[in-house]
């Protein structure tokens, strides 16, 4: 399994971003996918997730608004949509994808780097 995120950069604030996960060698369309970020000495939070048929979505509060997730199923692709940034958006963000009720079945992206400057 792979989880293959891009898209992360340098912008500044109130600039756009949008990342992208791949994920290849999973039956993508069961799996709960999610967006999260990880701060320098900070702990890794959930920026929002979208169930398998891309029908239930959450957000955290601090990006509700700004940001928005998407999938394409036929494509294995999540998206995120990061719109009007901040420099507190400046974290090393992680795709995930979860199997619900199956907690084994739990894969990580190796990160894609979003630095946003004041």
């Known amino acids: 399994v792979q989880l293959a995120e891009s898209g992360g950069g340098r912008v500044r604030s109130g600039e756009s971003l949008r990342l992208s996960c791949e994920a290849s060698?999973?039956?993508?369309?069961?799996?709960?996918m999610s967006w999260h970020r990880q701060a320098p000495g900070k702990e890794r939070e959930l920026v929002a997730d979208i169930d398998s048929d891309g029908f239930e979505i959450n957000y955290a509060d601090s990006v509700k608004g700004r940001f928005t997730i998407s999938r394409d199923n036929a494509k294995n692709t999540v998206h995120l949509q990061m719109n009007a940034l901040k420099p507190d958006d400046t974290a090393v963000y992680y795709c995930n994808a979860k199997m619900a009720g199956w907690p084994m079945f739990d894969y990580w992206g190796q990160g894609t780097q979003v630095t946003v400057s004041s």
């Open positions: 060698a999973l039956p993508f369309s069961r799996y709960v």
